[in-house]
């Protein structure tokens, strides 16, 4: 019963860290989109801020399963950029901002980092961004 108990702990505990993430999320989003509909001289009312809010959110959890996949789909136990860029294949605006976005990154990127990175990490040669995937 022991192991349960622990079990059943760390559930709550994700639980708490994941409202905690989700209220902070929905609180960030409803002020841009309030900012954003006072400087273009707009009114919003609070049931569309947060649907919108509420969208976002399922958004972004949608997003980071795909980006998940995408990495151990290449076997990898990371996310890179080029993950990101892949799921954004159905917008090519977006996919250009995004490829743009990598390559300022990368020439911003100190030329030893990007030496010795493509040295020891081919999997990552093309990204220098990286995001750990815990395992489930």
């Known amino acids: 019963m022991e192991g ?9 505990e994700d639980d708490a860290a994941t409202d905690l993430l989700r209220d902070r999320f929905r609180l960030s989003t409803i002020s841009i989109a309030q900012a954003e509909a ?5 009114e919003i009312s609070q049931p569309i801020v947060a649907c919108i ?5 399922k958004y972004t959890e949608q997003l980071a399963k795909d980006l998940e996949l995408f ?3 290449a076997g990898r136990k990371s996310v890179n950029m080029e993950d990101v860029i ?5 917008n090519e605006h977006l996919a250009t901002t995004l490829r743009s976005f990598c390559n300022d990154l990368k020439a911003k990127e100190p030329q ?6 493509k040295a020891t990490r081919k999997e990552d040669k093309a990204t220098t961004s990286v995001v750990h995937v815990p395992d489930l």
């Open 71 to 73: 990495a151990q789909h």
């Open 38 to 42: 006072k400087s273009n001289g707009m």
């Open 112 to 117: 030893s980092d990007r030496k010795r990175k």
């Open 86 to 90: 892949l799921s954004a294949h159905r």
């Open 53 to 57: 809010a509420d969208l976002a959110f």
């Open 4 to 12: 349960g108990g622990a079990s059943d702990v760390e559930r709550e």
